[in-house]
């Protein structure tokens, strides 16, 4: 079975640096807005676009609309993972785009249990998986100028990667 799924990673600049939105999933699980793609028709495979899905997914699961976010226009990765899901092998892709925003308040889905602003040091200690830990990097050192990143993806991974 494979999913594909896109969201953003979000980050607001303050005087102590980039604060990056994560979103609490209960337990350790904290993770950048993001989810599947739906059925639509917006491109001819009848699936709406990795963006479109990216925006959805954040107004749905934060509040923020397109017009907060002000996009890295060429930032784009992926992370390719697998996982057990009922007994079944899941194939997922994550496009993640790379937004900031001025606004610090969101509002949080049902499905969530909080969210935090956090400065990198603190962001890398709170995501569990090291898939996410590299997605952040990518942005923080395109943010910090540190990277030419054109939305190469990394290499894929197998599994949730160990913490």
Known sequence: M???ASG???YCKTAEGPRFLLLYHGGKYWNFPKG????????KRGRETSFAAALREVFEETGLRKQDLRFQEWFKVHDRYSYTRKKQRVFKIVTFYLAETSRRTVRISEEHHGYGWFLYREAVRVLEYRNLRIVLKQAHDVIRG??????EPHPQREGRNVP
């Open 2 to 4: 494979r999913e594909i």
């Open 8 to 10: 953003i990673v979000i």
């Open 36 to 43: 599947k793609l739906e059925l639509s028709h917006e491109d």
């Open 146 to 151: 540190k990277s030419v990143l054109r939305g």
